[in-house]
């Protein structure tokens, strides 16, 4: 007999309440709000939204953070195809740089919450919770095109962590791409990828060795490479999940069997580029997830 009835599964994919949505709103707003008093950086074209977990409608607690993405449009950066160069496309450059910015929105926000509540870390301006919001993770990032041969880009950003690594992200692409499977699968991606996150929690609670690899993100992406006939066939949340369970381990205990996965903007290969998981970490995952579920 499984762990978990029916009753608590089902329960488990739906979204916060109305009073944790509320705080999370009210995060978003009193960054942009930091952000477009702020004397500088309203004199620039910059945009204010949210990314990750609560953009997407798939967060399960209230003590998660949420990402805030601050992107500056006044410049880009840029990637080129080989034998090409800036002039080719036109592109010309800004002595403002990334460090700058990232310096001034932290400005921004130490001015609107106070210095006790704004705390600098590597890629990211945490603004602390208190009874009205939740912890914040504030991204400053830039626009950032990577072009094609004929002059044409895909748009996303990218950011400087200050350790100096630089990262490319395409959070709007990630965010359509979820509302398209959502709507294809009867609103079940997301509820699906909510029960997998609230299982991982479940396993840390209960002292389950589950690797820090393991990520809510990593979860999301896995969930968007699982078919949706998974979600649509099955009439149980006990079925999709185990069948979820069951293509996810299939598909990862060999790496030539998901090394095209990608992550939920189809931008980026969800197991390429030095990431911080493997597929064995998966595969791995999986079997202890199942024997959590005790299926």
């Not at 896995?222 to 006939?229: A, G, I, K, S």
Request: some cysteine.
């Amino acid at each position: 007999m499984a762990k978990y009835t029916e009753d608590q599964l089902t329960s488990w994919t739906k979204p916060p309440s109305d009073s944790e949505q509320t705080k999370l709103e009210n995060s978003e707003k009193m960054v942009r709000e930091a952000i477009s008093s702020d004397e500088k950086l309203s004199k620039k074209t910059i945009e204010t939204f949210g990314q990750g977990s609560y953009a997407n409608n798939t967060n399960v607690r209230l003590n998660s953070d949420i990402d805030i993405n601050v992107k500056y449009s006044d410049g880009f950066y840029f990637d080129l195809p080989k034998d090409k160069s800036r002039e080719d496309f036109g592109i010309t450059l800004t002595s403002y740089s990334y460090e700058e910015y990232k310096d001034d929105v932290e400005n921004a926000l130490v001015n609107k919450f106070g210095r006790s509540e704004v705390v600098r870390k590597d890629k990211c301006i945490t603004v602390k919770e208190n009874s009205y919001r939740v912890e914040t993770d504030v991204v400053p990032t830039w626009d950032y095109r990577r072009y094609s041969e004929n002059g044409n880009y895909v748009q996303g950003t990218k950011f400087k962590t200050d350790k100096g690594i630089w990262i490319d992200n395409y959070p709007k692409q990630h965010i359509a791409n979820g509302i398209s499977k959502n709507n294809n699968t009867a609103r079940r991606f997301k509820r699906l990828t909510r029960l997998h996150r609230k299982l991982r929690y479940k396993m840390i609670d209960d002292g389950g060795n589950v690797s820090d690899n393991i990520t809510s993100f990593l979860l999301e992406c896995l969930v968007w490479n699982v078919p949706n006939r998974i979600m649509n066939d099955y009439d149980t949340w006990t079925e999709r999940l185990k069948q979820s369970i069951i293509y996810l381990y299939n598909n990862t205990r060999e790496e030539s069997s998901c090394k095209e996965w990608g992550e939920v903007s189809e931008l980026l290969y969800l197991f390429h580029g030095g990431r911080k998981w493997t597929s064995k970490d998966v595969n791995s995952y999986m079997v202890l997830l199942w024997n959590h579920l005790e299926f």
